[in-house]
């Protein structure tokens, strides 16, 4: 099974300020990583595909790059909306089983 | 617009049977992989399984294969997560996500349903 790992746990940025949190494959995922944004009570939000494309609807301070085992999202300027946890994603296999998130990382306002 | 609707919280004793469901609409409900998440309280996404429901091809993770059954009814555009004895370490929120796919081999998901919390406790 491949390991996701994302880093910080916990970030704490300020309002306006980049947000750049990590993940990393335990071995080649390709592209095939996705980011999700999950608020307090709320179901989980697509945010990228593919490594970098955005999903319909998010904004464009919302940006993934990486391939192989080093993904980064950044958030070029918050806003007090983007406050949530984020979870990176492999879905590198085929037929589709085994797919694995990182443990979260929680962004929080400074 | 496509919709995953999750049927309602449920409360169980230990050892009890549940079935729980995700209905489907909006879009081609037999043309699209539906996956299962659990997030236990206060913990992050763990992928459970995956199904088909053209023709009902079903995979599991590793961690849940033999302790949970996933199927659907294409009738009813229809996904269900069930357990035949559930445990307290069953209390979890599970969601439903549509799987999609740009190179139609890799599935992340786009759509996720809201959620149905399960309580197992005696």
């Known amino acids: 099974e491949i390991v996701m790992t994302q880093s910080p746990a916990t970030l704490s940025v300020s309002p306006g300020e980049r947000a750049t949190l990590s993940c990393r494959a335990s071995?080649?995922?390709?592209?095939?990583l996705a980011w999700y944004q999950q608020k307090p009570g709320q179901a989980p939000r697509l945010l990228i595909y593919?490594?970098?494309t955005r999903a319909t609807g998010i904004p464009a301070r919302f940006s993934g790059s990486g391939s192989g085992t080093e993904f980064t999202l950044t958030i070029s300027s918050l806003q007090s909306e983007d406050f949530a946890v984020y979870y990176c994603?492999?879905?590198?296999?085929?037929?589709?089983?085994?797919?694995?998130f990182g443990q979260g990382t929680k962004l929080e306002i400074k | 617009e496509v919709q995953l609707v999750q049927s309602g919280a449920e409360v169980k004793k230990p050892g009890e049977s549940l079935k729980i469901s995700c209905k489907g609409s909006?879009?081609?409900?037999?043309?699209?992989?539906i996956g299962w998440v659990r997030q236990m309280p206060g913990k992050g996404l763990e992928w459970m399984g995956i199904i088909y429901p053209g023709d009902s091809d079903t995979r599991y993770s590793p961690s849940f294969q033999g302790q949970v059954t996933i199927s659907a009814d294409k009738s009813i555009s229809t996904a269900y997560l069930q357990w035949s004895s559930l445990k307290a370490s069953d209390t979890a929120m599970y969601y439903c996500a549509r799987g999609e796919s740009s190179s139609g081999w890799y599935y992340y998901f786009d759509y996720w349903g809201q959620g149905t919390l399960v309580t197992v406790s005696s």
């Open positions: 994603q492999q879905y590198n296999n085929w037929p589709p089983a085994g797919y694995t």
């Open positions: 071995q080649s995922v390709s592209s095939n």
């Open positions: 593919g490594a970098s």
């Open positions: 909006g879009y081609s409900f037999t043309s699209y992989w």
